[in-house]
């Protein structure tokens, strides 16, 4: 992996010039536009940040950009949108079977008629309608992008990472689908969700 704090005189210009070659190393037929979209996604809407960060911040910036854009590049960029769809529903699913207490708290809710991809998918309708953070997410993504595809695979990039990151020693979906759960029946009651394997 290419280091971003290797460069010198870290600016906005540096950053855009490393994620153009990188894009354009990855994706050579990729047309410009596209290209900026992406970078602009990446950095953010405060790019003054990156004037402000220690070294030990800004490796720690470099390796959240690289680990989003893995997971666009991975599943969903210039892949067809029914398809990502269906890669972020696997990905959280294959995620959510490592939880046994997870598949032991779905399996005795009164939602247990519904499978965990079902669940997921719930989950994350209920995000995109009503999570500030997916909101604002989807709100930057507007503005880096007019293209259609490409607006939604940083969406299913965006909510694929924030899915992710670990709430309590488990990842945030285990909380959104938990509390899913919780709001389709009042007399569910709450079950701890550790971090037991199968």
């Known amino acids: 992996m290419s280091h971003l704090y290797c460069l010198d005189n870290l600016n906005k210009e540096s950053l855009e010039s490393f994620w153009h070659s990188r ?60 398809r990502a769809y269906y890669n972020l529903v696997a990905r959280l699913g294959a995620l959510m079977m490592l939880y046994q207490q997870i598949r032991v708290w779905v399996a005795s809710s009164q939602q247990r008629k519904k499978t965990l991809a079902n669940l997921i998918q719930a989950a994350i309708e209920d995000m995109l309608k009503s999570d500030l953070y997916v909101k604002k997410q989807i709100d930057w993504i507007g503005k ?55």
């Open 23 to 82: 894009l354009l190393k990855d994706y050579p037929a990729q047309n410009l536009e596209k290209r900026q979209s992406i970078i602009r996604w990446l950095l953010g809407e405060d790019l003054e940040q990156f004037d402000r960060l220690t070294s030990r911040q800004l490796a720690i910036a470099e390796q959240m950009m690289d680990y989003r854009y893995r997971i666009l590049q991975q599943r969903y960029l210039e892949v067809e949108p029914n």
């Open 144 to 198: 880096c992008t007019r293209d259609r595809d490409l607006r939604d695979a940083l969406v299913l990039g965006c909510l694929e990472e924030y899915c992710m990151r670990p709430i309590r020693n488990q990842p945030a979906i285990a909380d959104k689908i938990r509390y899913f759960l919780l709001s389709q029946s009042a007399h569910t009651t709450p079950i701890a969700i550790g971090q037991n394997g199968s």
